[in-house]
């Protein structure tokens, strides 16, 4: 039997990565630990319709379990993933505190699933905005090799997590209450997600640019990002505007992203087709647009992609990197 644990067990990305884990697993039994705050020690959750009790994050550890997926943040991530894989377990992990480690894999399984190894027991889950745009855009790059990408991201407040939600719900009902945003979130867009850097761009918008180098493997991407928080419940969007080295048409991107594993085109202006973060909300694909060539620049082309962003963007392509694991032989299979 698997054993399997869970850390940040009871926050949105957690019971997102339960659901995920009962529609894939549908009729597997795990030896479950799910692990939460000490104030949540002892409390039960469901998986698979049996009850769990909620454990420290030291029993976890003890019972050395096969695998671990981490959605708890960075200072418990550089904490306890160590910890975790100094009793053979492989961890998957959420947070940003290990994706840019030269010696850390970060992975999405559409893309450079050969990166896990026996070895690799520390594996970065990457950052929600970087997901869809690298799943959307990988067939593309691979045959016709992007040479600059600007992207506008327009994110849903559960990418902040329950705070967010509650911050929202709060000011629609004209309750005031704590707030985790600087300003009003509702009828209005921040453009700002995480916390800014000397250079003016924010953490949010550099880990779009820093990941998408680092699992196409490709330094010399030209990169440029603007994230904005938008009062979405659930969803990513993105409007990216690619260049490309090599010639290629409009005819072309359409044919190769409707063979991308993983994307489904929405895309027919002439019905009002296109996606929405609505139409994303509960589903795990990347769903792309609004496809059109830039009227200024050769080889350039505008998309509009959305995801799921606790979906495809954290839930789903962690427990898809568990299952790489389960393929490869690393893990029992159940």
Not at 64 to 89: M, Q, T
Not at 167 to 176: K, M, Y
Not at 186 to 211: A, H, M, R, W
Not at 291 to 305: A, M, S, V
């Amino acid at each position: 039997m698997l054993k399997l644990a869970l850390v940040g067990a009871t926050g949105l990305v957690g019971r997102e990565m339960i659901k995920v884990l009962e529609e894939r697993f549908p009729s597997t039994e795990f030896d479950f630990f799910p692990v939460a705050s000490e104030k949540s020690v002892g409390k039960r959750v469901t998986l698979n319709g049996k009850e769990f009790p909620v454990l420290s994050l030291q029993a976890a550890v003890d019972n050395k379990p096969n695998v671990a997926l981490f959605s708890a943040g960075g200072s418990v991530s550089i904490e306890w993933a160590p910890k975790f894989s100094a009793v053979g377990c492989y961890v998957i992990d959420n947070s940003s505190a290990w994706r840019m480690h030269p010696e850390i894999p970060l992975v999405v399984p559409e893309i450079n699933a050969d990166e896990i190894t026996e070895n690799t027991k520390i594996i970065a889950n990457p950052n929600c905005s970087t997901i869809q745009l690298v799943v959307a855009l990988n067939l593309l790059h691979q045959k016709f090799k992007l040479k600059r990408l600007v992207v506008s991201t327009y994110q849903s407040i559960t990418g902040t997590g329950a705070k967010a939600v509650h911050q929202l719900e709060n000011e629609r009902r004209g309750v005031e209450a704590e707030m985790i945003y600087p300003y009003q979130i509702d009828k209005n867009c921040i453009p700002q997600c995480d916390s800014f850097t000397d250079n003016g761009y924010t953490k949010e918008e550099l880990k779009v640019i820093n990941e998408t180098k680092k699992i196409f493997n490709s330094p010399d991407i030209s990169i440029t990002c603007t994230a904005v928080r938008v009062p979405v419940v659930g969803g990513h969007s993105e409007s990216v505007n690619a260049e490309f080295v090599n010639d290629i048409s409009i005819s072309t991107i359409r044919e190769v992203l409707n063979n991308t594993p993983g994307v489904k085109v929405y895309d027919h202006p002439e019905t009002l087709l296109y996606p929405m973060p609505i139409n994303a909300k509960g589903k795990d694909h990347v769903f792309v647009g609004r496809i059109r060539e830039d009227l200024e620049q050769k080889n350039t082309f505008n998309l509009w992609i959305v995801a799921d962003n606790l979906r495809k963007g954290a839930a789903t392509n962690a427990v898809q990197i568990m299952e790489l694991l389960m393929q490869k032989g690393l893990v029992p299979l159940s």
